[in-house]
């Protein structure tokens, strides 16, 4: 006996799928540096003929004294250790809507969620690629199944602006980063 397997569902623009986010991301980064720098600059005129016998044309030095010198040094040392580490998860649930369906069946889904309260605003923008035969029964697909995945999320409101740096703290910050 031979069973065929169900021909995937047809879609078409505007239909809707959702979409289960589940990503997570974990970035590490450490960097040293040493820098040294040395420089010196010595001169010095121990020999200086007289000015007036300089004029009449007479070359001959007077004195054994040290008439000009100059000594200049300079060093600099920097030493600079910076760590990073961050570990992103981000979980969600949104309806996408199929804004096109390419010749070979790819469907193209974009979604959009804005959820406000108390004064905060969270935006949620998605988008990405995916194949009819990935999208579920119960009409869901997950995020890791997408190509060409972007997640935006955007947030406004009092929480964001108090976690924020303020602007003469960025300045300073630009100024005087070390």
């Known amino acids: 006996m031979l069973v065929e397997a169900p021909l995937p569902k047809p879609y078409a623009i505007h239909d809707k799928v959702t979409i289960i986010i589940s990503e997570s991301s974990s970035q590490t980064s450490q960097q040293k540096l040493d820098a040294k720098k040395d420089a010196s600059l010595k001169a010095a005129v121990n020999k200086f003929p007289d000015l007036a016998?300089?004029?009449?044309?007479?070359?001959?030095?007077?004195?054994?004294?040290?008439?000009?010198?100059?000594?200049?040094?300079?060093?600099?040392k920097f030493k600079g250790d910076g760590k990073f580490q961050r570990t992103d998860k981000f979980q969600d649930k949104i309806q996408a809507t199929v804004i096109d369906v390419k010749p070979n069946g790819v469907l193209v889904l974009e979604a959009r969620k804005t959820v406000g309260q108390d004064r905060e605003v969270r935006t949620l923008v998605l988008s990405g690629e995916c194949r009819r035969e990935d999208v579920t029964d119960n009409n869901t697909v997950l995020s890791s199944q997408l190509a060409e995945l972007t997640i935006l999320a955007h947030a406004e409101g009092d929480a964001k602006d108090a976690a924020s740096k303020g602007f003469l703290t960025r300045i300073i910050e630009g100024i005087f980063n070390f």
Request: hydrophobic share 50%; no cysteine.
């Open 53 to 76: 016998m300089f004029l009449e044309g007479n070359l001959t030095n007077l004195g054994t004294g040290v008439i000009a010198s100059a000594d200049v040094n300079a060093a600099s």
